[in-house]
């Protein structure tokens, strides 16, 4: 009875491992041959070295891509677009979540209802309609002393953040977390005194420490990894995120190991971040009633 | 729809009110000092996440609706002149169009029981804890924490003839399978670029599993553990019911998901070889973004938000819950 339990369990592991090998792997091969000259990657391909950081490693491929491409600028510009977003999209939905899960605001249910219908509508759908239209919206520019106004948000860091902010999934995730907490300590704090947003700030914020990080990963990922988007509003080298900075691999006769570089460049910092904020992530997508 | 106006009548003396509902009466009472100062603070924090949904969701999505109709181009000298079907004529006359709605069945038929499925029995993996939980959460959540950009390229270059993929092939059956050209065989083109999608995806949609299999009680399994059943029985009448509303979930997202195909598209094929992997999304970014024709592209956009319209509908009927 014991072995066979030992048995079984030790089988799950096996299971367990080949599910990591499968999903790993592709990500080992990256990083590892992003360290190799390119000769050697297909050499070692039909090897285990193919996953193994051996024979002629250096950073080489790193230094060449910071030479082909203005990685140094693009990396700046998607750090700053997608920490703005992440920033301003936790702030208003969270207080917009408050009102609607905490106050007794007249037509609630309706905005709410309105906002959730959002959810059904594929980015996709609106990517195109969304650019004609970002195009005739109105642009404004401090310079020196006088304001300038222009038509337009194409080519500019505005229209990758702003129509990024509200989110109908941070919102419904916050309402969620934030009908899980007391209304009593509400009560207490508006007995002491504190109006609706001192209790934002100081009472249901810290506590929803969990769907903040939840929020902040899926408002990061889509930012950090928008493709479509800024391919279609974005022509300036300068404003260029990351992601656009692979085009500049498609040309034949590339060298492989500098686009595995590039792409381990990219992919690192999101992979660090995920590891820093992993157990709240899953935790909170847990207890966040994403149980449909 | 988030422009409700703020209550601006005069108050109504508390006589002729409907008695508020007996939990909230004292709350109630307190409040009503303030209570128009706490319909503008609320309104106040509602505000700007609604006046961005209006801008950014509805706007655009009722223009494209009205854009589909017209003569629009993304820059043009002319004026935007109203054309009525001519773009959805043009639309179901193309061939192309036709080709895109089959690869766009296809890859959506194979990837929602397969990835659902997988993902599934990723997160029956890891639900129990044991030594190293977190270091499996981790691994099996890594692809979707890289973009799929990145992983199309990175598995572009492991579809190669000379890739990794034929070369592991290749090396497990001792030399007798000569991997195909991947992506430059109409055939093998979709299977190859379903394969990466399952491999990126499925630890997302792991995820929801696993916080449906956290929502059953554990009492459940003690009974049917003392009843004396195996674990496929567990399975079969404990864990599989109790993941009704996740199944419905997992379904929707996956389906929406898998109808919108783009980004793998645009960086390994650009719908080639032969339109074997051109999708809707695409042919709607191909004619809007890089010939300029937003009034087609709506066309194809709105044609595209029917069908996910339908399909989740669809879903939601056959997911209902049975009395």
């Not at chain 2, 019911?241 to 645009?266: K, M």
Request: hydrophobic share 50%.
């Amino acid at each position: 009875m014991k072995n066979q339990l030992l048995f079984r369990s030790a089988g799950t592991m096996l299971v367990r491992v080949l599910f990591a090998v499968v999903a790993a792997f592709p990500i080992v091969f990256m990083l590892v041959s992003s360290l190799k000259p390119d000769q050697q990657i297909f050499g070692d391909m039909s090897s285990l070295a193919a996953f193994l950081p051996v024979g002629n490693i250096s950073f080489d491929n790193y230094a060449a891509v910071f030479d082909r491409v203005p990685a140094a600028r693009f990396l700046l510009n998607s750090v700053g677009v997608s920490a703005v977003t992440v920033v301003l999209g936790i702030f208003v939905n969270s207080v917009c979540a408050f009102a609607l899960s905490r106050m007794q605001v007249k037509g609630k249910k309706i905005v709410f209802t309105a906002i959730l219908a959002t959810l059904i509508v594929p980015f996709q759908t609106l990517a195109l309609p969304l650019v004609w239209w970002v195009n005739q919206l109105p642009y404004f520019e401090l310079n020196g002393f006088s304001l300038e106004f222009s038509k337009g948000w194409l080519d500019t860091y505005q229209v990758q953040i702003i129509p990024f902010i509200a989110n109908a999934f941070s919102i419904y995730l916050y309402h969620q977390y934030f009908e899980s907490i007391p209304k009593e300590l509400d009560e207490a704090a508006r007995i002491d005194g504190a109006g609706w947003f001192k209790i934002y700030r100081q009472v249901v914020m810290p506590l929803a420490g969990p769907a903040t990080a939840t929020v902040a990963i899926l408002t990061f990922l889509p930012a950090w990894n928008s493709y479509l988007w800024p391919l279609m509003v974005v022509q300036s080298e300068e404003l260029r995120p990351v992601m656009i900075g692979i085009q500049y691999f498609f040309q034949l006769n590339v060298s492989w190991g500098e686009v595995m570089a590039y792409a381990s460049l990219i992919t690192v910092p999101v992979v660090v971040l995920f590891i820093a904020f992993q157990r709240s992530f899953v935790n909170s997508i847990a207890s966040s009633g994403v149980k449909g | 729809m988030a422009t409700v106006p703020l209550p601006t009548r005069p108050r109504v003396p508390e006589a002729s009110k409907p008695a508020p509902p007996p939990s909230d009466a004292k709350t109630n009472a307190r409040r009503r000092p303030g209570f128009r100062r706490d319909q503008l603070s609320g309104w106040g924090m509602i505000a700007p996440a609604a006046v961005l949904l209006l801008a950014f969701v509805f706007i655009p999505a009722i223009l494209g609706f009205g854009l589909a109709f017209t003569n629009a181009r993304l820059i043009s000298p002319r004026p935007v002149e109203f054309v009525g079907v001519d773009n959805f004529a043009r639309l179901f006359t193309d061939p192309t169009f036709y080709r895109a709605l089959l690869n766009v069945a296809y890859f959506t038929v194979v990837i929602v029981p397969v990835q659902s499925g997988l993902a599934l029995v990723m997160a029956l993996l890891i639900n129990k804890k044991f030594r190293g939980v977190n270091f499996f959460r981790t691994v099996y959540f890594l692809p979707v924490v890289t973009s799929m950009v990145v992983v199309s390229l990175l598995w572009l270059f492991m579809y190669r003839k000379d890739g990794l993929i034929n070369e592991i092939l290749s090396t497990v059956s001792f030399g007798l399978i000569k991997g195909p050209d991947w992506l430059g065989d109409p055939i093998t083109a979709m299977p190859a670029i379903i394969i990466l999608s399952i491999w990126q995806a499925a630890g997302f949609h792991m995820i929801i599993w696993l916080a449906g299999l956290q929502g059953i009680s554990g009492e459940l399994y003690e009974a049917a553990q003392l009843d004396g059943t195996s674990r496929w029985q567990q399975f079969r009448y404990v864990t599989w019911p109790g993941l009704f509303h996740t199944r419905s979930l997992v379904l929707v997202t996956i389906t929406i998901q898998a109808l919108g195909l783009f980004d793998q598209i645009s960086v390994m094929t650009q719908g080639g070889p032969m339109d074997s992997t051109t999708t809707i999304v695409y042919e709607a970014v191909r004619s809007g973004y890089r010939q300029q024709e937003t009034s087609y592209a709506s066309a194809i956009s709105l044609v595209f938000f029917v069908l996910v319209l339908i399909v989740s509908a669809v879903q939601r009927y056959l997911t209902r819950e049975k009395d």
